[in-house]
């Protein structure tokens, strides 16, 4: 469980399933009936209702895409479709870039139209200043954007947020120490080797 005023960062490489465990996240939140509010850097909404819409039904997302399900995957999604109409409590928002202040707001705006109740703020993901010419600009752009996630969104609104952030080759976040310094816990994600899937399958891990 996600604690109110800290802020969780989630990192892995480039395609390696921190979108996946953001989404899982928000979907996990939403059965509990919690409000949840997902700043998106990455997926348009149509793109992000499709993904969310093939975990909450267990229907692979090609096939929902193509439209090529059984009747059984059929009678899933539409019970999915359903269910996201009669649960108001997802809002989801797609911006290729956040600043400070369109982030302060839609959190003020949403927690204003909950009742002052934003269960999960997921931000996916942390990416550096469009302005930033070199690698010390970025550096001192993520510092900033991971402080104020931090504390002037999770401190400030008592709110638990969960971040994306994205390894580099040197498996550092996002070329910042910083937001290691800001962030309450760092969860990193990495994929197996094909000998760690080996024994997993060996134990009955499959």
């Known amino acids: 469980s996600f604690i109110p005023s800290e802020l969780v960062v989630v990192a892995a490489k480039r395609k390696e399933g921190k979108s996946a465990y953001c989404l899982s996240e928000c979907l996990d939140k939403l059965e509990k009936n919690y409000n949840v509010l997902y700043l998106d850097t990455e997926l348009r909404s149509s793109q992000f209702f499709e993904r969310i819409l093939s975990n909450k039904a267990r229907v692979d997302s090609y096939n929902l ?99 994306a952030a994205q390894l580099n080759r040197g498996l550092d976040i996002g070329d910042s120490y910083q937001i290691e310094q800001f962030a309450s816990t760092i969860i990193n994600i990495q994929k197996k080797t094909p000998k760690e899937i080996e024994n997993d399958n060996a134990l009955g891990y499959n």
């Open 65 to 163: 895409r193509s439209n090529n399900m059984s009747i059984a995957e059929t009678d899933r999604v539409a019970d999915a479709i359903q269910w996201f109409k009669n649960n108001k409590n997802l809002t989801h928002i797609y911006r290729p870039r956040w600043n400070q202040e369109q982030i302060y707001s839609a959190v003020l705006y949403w927690s204003q139209k909950w009742n002052g109740k934003i269960d999960l703020l997921i931000y996916d993901y942390m990416k550096t200043d469009s302005g930033a010419t070199d690698a010390s600009s970025a550096y001192l752009g993520l510092g900033r954007l991971t402080n104020f996630l931090k504390n002037d969104i999770a401190g400030a609104f008592d709110i638990p947020v969960l971040a």
